[in-house]
């Protein structure tokens, strides 16, 4: 049985685990970590987030070898700063299917000829840049570019030139648009440019095109702020909770940097006068790791204080929710979570809620400042004092 080798601390024995399996059975057995306080084991399902089993996790999993490596330029198109249709349509772009060129001619019979200039083939390469009427849209932008030099391996290149700046892209005038913004509207401008021309047989002109281009960015501009000062106005500060000082208030982060992090707490009392603070050096998986053990820091240092009275605050909104709702949400970090939840239980006068950033910032910039110079230490009030401006 497992449990013959522990010890009696709980401890596993691993010179004892060396005497019965080899090396490399034993080193994995020795890596497992252990549920805290006798917490049952639990049946998971290892591809989703909170190990539940459901059919649509299963079929990711059946074709997840199927996937590749997922790259980087799905992410960037969908948090690319321009409405969700022309996200879309740099999606269709990137996987070379939108009804152009050799997929109408294979389905329909069209001939082959750019519907622009009638000249050259009817593909996306030609009518973004080689076309003699793209050549002219993207020359007279606010960038001045010569497009009929670009070329491209392959539709992924060509999204990822769009969404990002080329080194050799002079920068617009101030106020302006960022060039992937503009990039993107001008090949979805043309792309339809090219669809009215196929289907309605419409006369256009470049500066129709560009100008329309402009046009579509300057309000889906305008509609985001409009909708940002809607929020504002509706929301003003939406989640913040009514902060009820405790006699201890303990506030946690955490700065990542790549495979580490540093972590941060910092108390006050009642008063809003400081009282402790405290950074750590860890291993981390995840930014939600990382905030996980700066509250278990922050457990720690309150079990040391022999605080019976104390208020936790975190700016991760998932970490809060799952400790309030004692559910774990994700499953490699069970034993971490089960520490949270059993401290909360041995003492009811514990609470962690969440707050924003805004409201962190003295554990915020601390944590960043450890991160910067390695600490991970107590901190004196003389080194948190820069971090804090008016106290709790």
Same mark, same amino acid.
């Given at each position: 049985?497992?449990s013959n080798?522990?010890?009696?601390?709980?401890?596993l024995m691993i010179?004892?685990?060396?005497?019965w399996?080899n090396?490399?059975?034993?080193s994995?057995i020795?890596?497992?970590?252990l549920?805290?306080?006798g917490?049952?084991?639990n049946?998971?399902?290892?591809?989703?987030?909170?190990?539940?089993f459901?059919v649509s996790?299963?079929?990711?999993s059946?074709i997840?070898?199927?996937l590749?490596?997922?790259?980087?330029?799905?992410?960037e198109?969908?948090?690319?700063p321009?409405?969700?249709?022309?996200?879309l349509f740099?999606?269709?772009? %990137?996987k070379d299917i939108?009804?152009?060129?050799s997929?109408?001619?294979t389905v329909f019979?069209?001939e082959?000829?750019c519907?622009?200039?009638s000249?050259?083939e009817?593909?996306?390469?030609?009518l973004?840049?080689?076309?003699?009427?793209?050549?002219?849209?993207?020359f007279s932008?606010?960038f001045?570019i010569?497009s009929?030099?670009?070329?491209f391996?392959n539709?992924l290149?060509l999204?990822?030139w769009?969404?990002?700046?080329?080194?050799n892209v002079?920068?617009?005038?101030?106020?302006?648009?960022?060039f992937?913004?503009?990039a993107?509207?001008? %090949?979805?401008?043309?792309w339809?440019?090219?669809?009215?021309?196929?289907h309605?047989?419409?006369?256009l002109?470049p500066?129709?095109?560009?100008?329309?281009?402009?046009?579509?960015?300057n309000?889906f501009?305008?509609?985001?702020s409009r909708?940002?000062?809607?929020?504002?106005e509706v929301?003003h500060?939406p989640?913040?909770?009514?902060?009820?000082p405790?006699?201890?208030?303990f506030f946690?982060?955490?700065a990542?940097?790549?495979? %580490?992090?540093?972590v941060?707490?910092?108390?006050?009392n009642k008063e809003g006068?400081?009282?402790?603070?405290?950074t750590?050096?860890?291993?981390?998986?995840?930014?939600?790791?990382?905030e996980s053990?700066a509250? %278990?820091?922050?457990f720690s240092?309150?079990?040391?204080?022999n605080?019976?009275?104390?208020?936790?605050?975190?700016d991760c909104?998932?970490?809060?929710?799952a400790?309030?709702?004692?559910?774990?949400?994700?499953?490699?970090?069970s034993n971490?979570?089960?520490?949270?939840?059993s401290?909360?239980?041995?003492n009811t006068?514990?609470?962690?809620?969440?707050?924003?950033?805004?409201?962190?910032l003295a554990a915020h910039k601390?944590?960043?400042?450890?991160?910067?110079?390695?600490?991970?230490r107590?901190?004196?009030?003389g080194?948190v004092?820069p971090f804090?401006?008016?106290?709790f």
């Amino acid at each position: 049985m497992l449990s013959n080798f522990f010890n009696e601390r709980g401890e596993l024995m691993i010179e004892s685990l060396a005497e019965w399996f080899n090396p490399r059975v034993g080193s994995q057995i020795g890596r497992v970590e252990l549920l805290s306080n006798g917490d049952k084991d639990n049946l998971i399902w290892r591809d989703s987030t909170d190990g539940s089993f459901t059919v649509s996790q299963a079929y990711l999993s059946l074709i997840k070898p199927r996937l590749g490596r997922c790259s980087n330029v799905w992410k960037e198109i969908w948090k690319a700063p321009v409405h969700e249709r022309v996200k879309l349509f740099l999606w269709k772009v %990137c996987k070379d299917i939108l009804p152009c060129g050799s997929r109408l001619r294979t389905v329909f019979g069209n001939e082959s000829h750019c519907t622009m200039c009638s000249d050259g083939e009817d593909s996306i390469p030609h009518l973004f840049f080689q076309c003699p009427f793209a050549r002219a849209c993207w020359f007279s932008s606010p960038f001045g570019i010569r497009s009929e030099g670009l070329v491209f391996g392959n539709m992924l290149e060509l999204v990822n030139w769009i969404i990002h700046s080329p080194p050799n892209v002079p920068p617009c005038s101030p106020g302006g648009p960022s060039f992937p913004q503009f990039a993107a509207y001008l %090949c979805y401008s043309l792309w339809n440019a090219r669809n009215k021309v196929f289907h309605n047989g419409s006369a256009l002109r470049p500066q129709d095109v560009l100008s329309n281009c402009l046009k579509l960015m300057n309000d889906f501009t305008a509609s985001k702020s409009r909708i940002s000062l809607e929020r504002l106005e509706v929301l003003h500060h939406p989640c913040q909770p009514q902060l009820v000082p405790k006699d201890f208030n303990f506030f946690s982060d955490a700065a990542v940097r790549g495979s %580490c992090a540093f972590v941060a707490v910092v108390v006050f009392n009642k008063e809003g006068a400081f009282v402790e603070a405290l950074t750590a050096k860890v291993s981390v998986s995840s930014a939600l790791h990382a905030e996980s053990l700066a509250l %278990c820091h922050a457990f720690s240092l309150s079990l040391k204080m022999n605080c019976k009275d104390a208020s936790f605050y975190t700016d991760c909104l998932q970490l809060a929710n799952a400790v309030k709702n004692y559910s774990i949400s994700v499953w490699n970090l069970s034993n971490i979570f089960l520490h949270l939840f059993s401290c909360l239980k041995l003492n009811t006068g514990l609470g962690v809620f969440w707050l924003p950033r805004e409201a962190n910032l003295a554990a915020h910039k601390l944590a960043a400042w450890a991160a910067l110079n390695n600490v991970s230490r107590v901190c004196t009030a003389g080194e948190v004092a820069p971090f804090v401006a008016t106290g709790f």
